[in-house]
Structures are given as structure tokens and as C-alpha cells.
């Protein structure tokens, strides 16, 4: 059983940065991917970035390409997600989730077999 906590977010303004931290209760082994996902009101979840933990491969979806990066600090066994040019339209609530078989179609959140509380983002304009 792996417990995650999100933390780092807040109330912004269009363009400014934010730095989420996702902390797991237990070693997260190579073989695990983790993501990050979000949901905005009335809208699915999302999509927003993976990282493997072994290997430290990491995709994007691609509205947040360039403005968001995805990080892992192995001895923390903790996930970061860096986010910049933050925009409106990045409101939501940001879930991280651990997928501990590493599937391929990791960009779908029926994969991951663990999720934080989730932390608000907002943005104003």
C-alpha cells in the first residue's frame, strides 16, 4: 500500500509559476510510473505528465509541453511537477497517482492503482 500527498498549490496569477510535491509513504520501486492529472470542475480527469521512476522517461500531454516539467528525487521518493506560464485554463484540481506495473497506456488514469487528495490550482487572469 503506497499513500501519496500532494502539496504546492495555491491561488496564482497568469504567468507565474508553481512548484507541486507528491510524497510517497513508501519506496517506490524501479518498475513504477507516476503521473500527474488533473480535473477541472464538471470536466474528466486529465493527463498532464509521467515520469518512469527507474529510468526517468517523461511524457507530456501536449498543451502543457514546454511550460511544465516532471521530476523525481529518488531518495525522497517523491514527484515534483514544475509549472510555469501558468494560464486560466490550468484551474483545476492536480491528482498524483503511482501506477505500479508501468503500463504502457499510462496516459489513461484507469492504469495507476494509487492517488493522492489532489491540490487546488487556480489562476487568475
Known amino acids: 500500500q503506497v499513500q501519496l500527498v500532494e502539496s504546492g498549490g495555491g491561488l496564482v496569477q497568469a504567468g507565474d509559476s508553481l512548484r507541486l510535491s507528491c510524497a510517497a509513504s513508501a519506496r517506490i520501486a524501479n518498475g513504477y510510473r507516476m503521473g500527474w492529472f488533473r480535473q477541472a470542475p464538471g470536466k474528466d480527469r486529465d493527463f498532464v505528465a509521467s515520469?518512469?521512476?527507474?529510468?526517468?522517461?517523461?511524457d507530456y500531454a501536449d498543451s502543457e509541453k514546454g511550460r511544465f516539467t516532471i521530476s523525481r528525487d529518488y531518495g525522497k521518493n517523491t514527484v515534483y511537477l514544475q509549472m510555469n506560464s501558468l494560464k486560466p485554463e490550468d484551474t483545476a484540481v492536480y491528482y498524483c497517482a503511482a501506477d505500479t506495473d508501468g503500463h504502457m497506456r499510462y496516459r489513461e488514469s484507469g492504469m495507476y492503482d494509487y492517488w493522492g487528495q489532489g491540490t487546488q490550482v487556480t489562476v487568475s487572469s
Open positions: 515520469i518512469s521512476w527507474g529510468a526517468g522517461l517523461t
